[in-house]
């Protein structure tokens, strides 16, 4: 344990430069599932009748759904001989996000569209008893829910930040390229080299505690 | 009855399901423009059905509601084969105030500047409204406030300062008064009063007629949905 913490305070350059790559490779997939996330949150919650309750049970399903699976999926379009292989994403940091993107997306869309759905109903009204534009209604709407919305997003990172099967299998664990931290995590428990690992784990744990703060902060925010 | 029809119902009923007993059951009913309307009875008796019918905030698509009859809003139908149908002037000439209403979240400007930005005010137009909404409802000291830093009647007060910045002409009011101290009531009264002297037509639903039933020059009794009392038509 000692050495697990020297290696991260003496300023490790591979232990930095994996954590680095993960925080950014999760941060780009994040911010790129809020684009289609949040709008399509919205959509679904202030879609009446029952396409809503179909949209937001698949959407709910397809959030819950393994990482290796999501991987493979996307394997299947950037691979070489895959429909998007030409784009060479395979085992580049490219294909570790869009992966990512695949995982976060479900989630923002669900977390923000159950926020929506929880807000008072008056609000709702009011906003059409004052003839809101549609874009007026939008941005009224994401400000009286932006609690949900960070809350949203917040747990996507860390779902992307804390998943494996998509890094390995887009990234395919290549050093100082598209190592993150869970898939070197793996690869050291593996070799029995357990300072690295325990080093990063303990990042990873300070990471888990601090979206667990923020979600619960905003969770009362909210209230 | 000799004045313009603003609202008129012909064998109106509402039920919130199918199967589920109707909310509302109205034979016949006129409301005329300028008119300040009381709505009087106890809690389930129609009052704020018939308000958000009104303002075709019901029947709502997709929830099942049973809407039959006929309501007509100066002569056009707001319901079309049991869904709601909004004419273009509905919005813009109507507006409801919720019992408790909703005071969006970022304080007192906020709220003045959506009802403002709603009417399509910006800038100085629209600070000059607000000021003078919050003016004729005593806040004015209060533009400043957050929403957490309001009590009952400083909210239910900004409510009305809203609908009165909205602009429309036709006010829908939910129990306006109620659950607010005695000052924030007699303001509301006494805001009311000036309204319907300035032309404005306003339908509100009370529990408290010894308070707000001198505002109105028609009082309609509710019970269980149908009008069993109809004074000063």
Redesign the interface.
């Known amino acids: 344990m000692a050495q697990a913490f020297e290696l991260l305070f003496r300023g490790d350059a591979e232990t930095w430069g994996i954590i680095g790559r993960s925080l950014a490779f999760s941060f780009f997939a994040t911010i790129f599932s809020i684009i289609p996330g949040v709008p399509l949150g919205v959509l679904i919650a202030w879609k009446?009748?029952?396409g809503?309750r179909f949209a937001a049970s698949f959407i709910h399903a397809i959030s819950a759904v393994p990482t290796v699976v999501v991987g493979l999926f996307v394997y299947s379009f950037i691979s070489r001989s895959g429909p998007l292989g030409f784009l060479g994403f395979l085992y580049a940091p490219a294909g570790v996000v869009l992966g990512q993107f695949f995982l976060a997306t479900p989630l923002v869309i669900s977390v923000t569209c159950a926020g929506l759905e929880a807000l008072?109903p008056?609000?709702r009204?009011?906003l059409?008893?004052?003839?809101?534009s549609p874009l007026?209604k939008l941005t009224?709407t994401l400000?009286?829910a932006k609690s949900a919305i960070l809350a949203s997003v917040v747990l996507a990172f860390g779902r992307v930040i804390g998943e494996v099967g998509v890094s390995t299998m887009l990234g395919g664990n290549i050093r100082n390229a598209t190592r993150t931290m869970t898939t070197a995590i793996a690869l050291d428990a593996a070799r029995g080299e357990f300072e690295r690992a325990l080093s990063l784990g303990l990042v990873l744990l300070v990471i888990a505690v601090v979206i667990n703060v923020a979600v619960s902060g905003l969770g009362h925010h909210e209230r | 009855m000799n004045g313009k029809a603003l609202y008129s119902c012909e064998d109106l009923s509402f039920a919130y399901g199918p199967g589920q007993p109707p909310a509302l059951s109205i034979p016949s009913l006129r409301i005329e423009e300028g008119q300040c309307v009381a709505l009087l009875g106890p809690n389930g008796s129609g009052k704020t059905t018939l308000l958000?019918l009104f303002?075709?905030?019901l029947p709502?698509?997709?929830?099942g509601c049973a809407c039959g009859g006929t309501l007509l809003f100066r002569g056009e139908s707001l319901v079309r084969g049991g869904e709601r149908f909004l004419p273009r002037s509905l919005?813009?000439d109507?507006?409801?105030m919720?019992q408790?209403?909703?005071v969006?979240?970022?304080g007192v400007a906020r709220n003045m500047a959506?009802?403002c930005?709603?009417r399509g005010l910006s800038g100085r137009a629209a600070a000059e409204t607000a000021r003078e909404a919050l003016r004729l409802v005593g806040l004015e000291a209060l533009a400043g406030r957050r929403r957490r830093g309001l009590s009952g009647g400083e909210a239910q007060r900004l409510a009305l300062a809203?609908v009165i910045a909205?602009g429309a002409g036709i006010l829908l009011l939910d129990e306006p008064t109620a659950g607010v101290d005695a000052a924030s009531r007699d303001r509301i009264a006494e805001t009311l009063s000036m309204l319907a002297r300035k032309g404005a037509t306003i339908v509100f639903s009370t529990h408290e007629p010894e308070i707000l039933g001198g505002v109105a020059g028609r009082i309609i009794s509710f019970e269980r949905g149908a009008i069993v009392g109809d004074v000063g038509r």
């Open positions: 009446p009748g029952r809503k008072d008056r609000f009204e009011t059409e008893t004052f003839g809101a007026r009224a400000r009286e | 958000k303002n075709g905030l709502e698509s997709g929830r919005r813009r109507t507006i409801y919720h408790q209403p909703y969006l979240s970022g959506f009802a930005g709603a809203r909205s």
